[in-house]
């Protein structure tokens, strides 16, 4: 979570009245050590004006599978567009997104892009996953 949160900022810096909001949801795809996150407490203190009241205290969350990265997909999905603002940039890993975005939208490393909610139905069912090996659903 740590980098995804200096580069939230550093987005921040160019478009400082955007808030930074932690939906935990947003977590890696996978299960590497490179991934598991640090305890809340110390995020608090190194991130001390963010609200990380959504997160666990300690990084505990469930292994990783395609069904649960696909759940968390959903969630974020309906979270978006029920969000009170129109435009919001969302800031997380390659692996997860892979669950997140749109029929053949697949990203790279630092890549960006831009997608809009064109309906309930389409939004659920048009996007792309990679199962644990890598390989498409």
């Given at each position: 979570?740590?980098?995804?949160?200096?580069?939230?900022?550093?987005?921040?810096?160019?478009?400082?009245?955007?808030?930074?909001?932690i939906?935990?949801?947003?977590?890696?795809?996978?299960?590497?050590?490179?991934?598991?996150?640090?305890?809340?407490?110390?995020?608090?203190?190194?991130?001390?004006?963010?609200?990380?009241?959504?997160?666990?205290?300690?990084?505990?969350?469930?292994?990783?599978?395609?069904?649960?990265?696909?759940?968390?997909?959903?969630?974020?999905?309906?979270?978006?567009?029920?969000?009170?603002?129109?435009?919001?940039?969302?800031?997380?890993?390659?692996?997860?997104?892979?669950?997140?975005?749109?029929?053949d939208?697949?990203?790279?490393?630092?890549?960006?892009?831009?997608?809009?909610?064109?309906?309930?139905?389409?939004a659920?069912?048009?996007?792309?996953?990679?199962?644990?090996?890598?390989?498409?659903?």
């Amino acid at each position: 979570m740590r980098r995804t949160l200096q580069t939230a900022f550093q987005i921040q810096k160019r478009y400082p009245d955007v808030p930074i909001e932690i939906w935990p949801d947003f977590r890696e795809a996978h299960d590497a050590i490179c991934n598991q996150g640090s305890p809340t407490s110390i995020l608090q203190q190194e991130f001390p004006n963010l609200d990380f009241s959504e997160c666990l205290s300690e990084w505990t969350y469930e292994p990783h599978t395609s069904c649960r990265a696909s759940e968390r997909a959903d969630r974020v999905r309906r979270r978006l567009r029920e969000h009170p603002v129109n435009t919001i940039v969302c800031v997380t890993h390659r692996g997860f997104i892979e669950y997140l975005v749109l029929e053949d939208q697949i990203f790279r490393n630092c890549e960006v892009g831009y997608f809009k909610f064109s309906g309930n139905v389409e939004a659920e069912i048009q996007r792309c996953g990679k199962g644990e090996n890598t390989s498409e659903l």
